[in-house]
Nanobody
Framework: QVQLVESGGGLVQAGGSLRLSCTAS????????MGWYRQVPGKQRELAAA???????NYAGSVKGRFTISRDNAKNTVYLQMGSLKPEDTAVYYC????????WGQGTQVTVSS
């Protein structure tokens, strides 16, 4: 079973930036489409950004133009560069394989203060 470890969250002021990292175990990472999801208590987890195995990216409308997803297959790592952060970006952020998720990791908390 693939294990996912997210890191890089924290407290930031509105307008600030953060970079999240997620490292996966196993040897097939480069074949997986990966996504960054976020969840606010009481709401469903939503897909914020995704990247295919070949590097094609896609974004939710709420983060498009502010967030950038990327991956380094040599390091089994997917990144989320977040800029122009807003209080509504406050959530726990998770990474996982798109459409066929593995067991979820612990996530990383992002808090944006106004």
């Amino acid at each position: 079973q693939v294990q996912l470890v997210e890191s890089g969250g924290g407290l930031v002021q509105a307008g600030g930036s953060l970079r999240l990292s997620c490292t996966a175990s196993g040897s097939a990472f480069s074949t997986y489409p990966m996504g960054w999801y976020r969840q606010v208590p009481g709401k469903q987890r939503e897909l914020a950004a995704a990247i295919t195995s070949s590097g094609t990216t896609n974004y939710a409308g709420s983060v498009k133009g502010r967030f950038t997803i990327s991956r380094d297959n040599a390091k089994n790592t997917v990144y989320l560069q977040m800029g122009s952060l807003k209080p509504e970006d406050t959530a726990v952020y998770y990474c996982n394989r798109v459409a066929a998720p593995f067991r979820w990791g612990q996530g990383t908390q992002v808090t944006v203060s106004s």
